[in-house]
């Protein structure tokens, strides 16, 4: 059925997932994440920027896509092909070190390196697409030992056949041609599913094709907020949202608060001083922070052999409105491979809210 003024409703459940340091194991997230791998019935598109999994959570999901694979079912693996050896934060490259090649390598299933100037930074899996019962997992966990067990992340299962159709176009893109740059220019509609029997309105976008419409609406959001913002973001890069942030602290008309990674953003803000035109955003980061009294999570500074224990959420919620997916907030993000979803609903920013609380409580 679609909707008038081209919506569509697809009426599909809304589930999400939420993660934090210690409140769950690597084996929990592997059974949750081989559950919906053994659901697939006859394809099972993978999009993962990091794809590194240690025994017995890696056994775990390795053998479901064998099972899969086995029984018919057509799998394919996209992974980002030139992550960087040295992690350098104010282009927005995500730390991640080695090692997803050879895992993949390893599954024995079909694969391509997927190359681009930035990154192919997705976390999607997309599940028999063009069926009625296709669904999608996404949102800002990595499939590591380390993102599974010690950082903050949100999953998204959703349960939409033309989402589906948009994240399955979106990888082809990127399968055909080995390459991301071109990907994600297309439009989408607006798709209304449910949360605990609420609705959800969602809009889906890609970058890098929609990467410049995608930071302008985020930051025209935030500006127009009327009750509150709640940030949940390992970095604040985007000069469009420190802008908007600011502008809403300085008409003191809106409750913002929220949490993000603390040591990681000094490192950003280390970087901006040797570049001049990023000067400007040292004194906005530092503006936000004390201003709306943002929690900041010590984690551990970043090495390929410390543990990776970020907060790796990349989450804006604008009164009811939730903004998450696999951007992060930044003008690299915009020239990345990523995908964000816009989900309206009282219900849904309710649950986000609520978690939010949570680790601002435990990292102020």
């Known amino acids: 059925m679609v909707r008038h003024g081209g919506d569509a409703a697809d009426g599909g459940e809304v589930v999400p997932l939420f993660l934090s340091q210690g409140a769950q194991t690597a084996v929990e997230i592997a059974e949750r994440l081989a559950a919906f791998i053994s659901a697939a019935e006859r394809t099972l598109d993978l999009a993962l920027y990091d794809f590194r999994l240690s025994p017995p959570q890696g056994r775990i999901v390795a053998d479901a896509l064998r099972e899969r694979s086995a029984a018919g079912v057509e799998i394919r693996i996209a992974y980002d092909a030139d992550k960087p050896e040295q992690p350098t934060w104010e282009r927005g490259h995500d730390p991640a070190p080695g090692g997803t090649g050879e895992f993949v390598r390893n599954l024995g299933l079909p694969y391509r390196r997927i190359g681009g100037e930035k990154l192919m930074h997705h976390k999607y899996l997309v599940r028999d697409a063009g069926a009625p019962e296709a669904r999608i997992w996404t949102g800002s966990l990595n499939l590591t030992d380390d993102a599974f067990r010690l950082q903050e992340n949100n999953v998204l299962e959703l349960a939409t056949p033309l989402l589906a159709e948009y994240y399955a176009r979106n990888f ?172 309206e609903s009282p219900a849904l920013a309710a649950a986000y809210s609520e978690y939010v609380d949570e680790l601002i409580r435990r990292y102020r």
């Open 172 to 343: 082809e893109e990127m399968w055909s041609e080995q390459n991301f740059e071109e990907s994600g220019a297309f439009d989408t509609r607006i798709v209304h599913l449910v949360y605990r029997g609420e609705p959800v309105r969602v809009r889906l976008l890609f970058s890098p094709g929609r990467g410049p419409s995608i930071d302008y609406d985020v930051a025209h959001r935030v500006a127009n907020a009327r009750r509150r913002v709640k940030v949940c973001s390992m970095l604040l890069n985007s000069g469009a949202l420190l802008a908007a942030l600011n502008d809403v602290l300085r008409d003191d008309q809106v409750e913002v608060d929220g949490v993000y990674d603390e040591t990681q953003m000094r490192g950003v803000l280390k970087q901006w001083e040797t570049v001049p035109r990023n000067r400007w955003k040292i004194r906005a980061v530092e503006t936000i922070v004390e201003h709306a009294h943002l929690a900041g999570k010590d984690s551990t500074p970043y090495s390929p052999a410390t543990p990776h224990d970020f907060m790796h959420n990349k989450v804006l919620i604008v009164d009811d409105l939730v903004i998450t997916g696999s951007y992060n907030f930044s003008h690299s993000a915009e020239l990345n491979a990523e995908n964000i979803l816009m989900l």
